[in-house]
């Protein structure tokens, strides 16, 4: 079924984009994500070091549920966890950023 586009429904869909995108941090993680680059909890802490711990956690688990970015945690110890942009997140990013 195809959407009916409307002032009303675009305004919506901006508004849900925006809300996705809320943080101070977020737009700088998917940054770090684009081309297809997967990246390590720690690379996140080098490459965004005035980002707290609790606060890239907490960015990641919010962009993780709004299915923007997907973790893979590998069983071996110590723990090793990668985050890249999910199919919807490449699609998102390409309309939200301009290239």
């Known amino acids: 079924m195809r959407k009916i586009y409307t002032p009303a429904t675009a305004a919506s869909d901006v508004e849900n984009v925006l809300k996705m995108l809320e943080g101070r941090w977020?737009?700088?993680?998917?940054?770090?994500?684009?081309?297809?680059?997967?990246?390590?909890?720690?690379?996140f802490e080098k490459l965004i070091p005035e980002i707290s711990q609790k606060m890239l956690a907490q960015?990641?688990?919010?962009?993780?549920a709004d299915g923007?970015?997907?973790?893979?945690v590998y069983p071996q110890v110590p723990p090793k966890v990668e985050y890249r942009l999910?199919?919807?997140g490449k699609r998102s990013a390409r309309r939200?950023?301009?290239c």
């Open 26 to 43: 977020k737009l700088i993680i998917l940054f770090h994500l684009f081309d297809g680059k997967v990246q390590r909890y720690s690379d």
């Open 59 to 64: 960015q990641l688990r919010q962009l993780e």
């Open 68 to 72: 923007i970015v997907a973790r893979k």
């Open 86 to 88: 999910t199919e919807w």
């Open 96 to 98: 939200w950023m301009p």
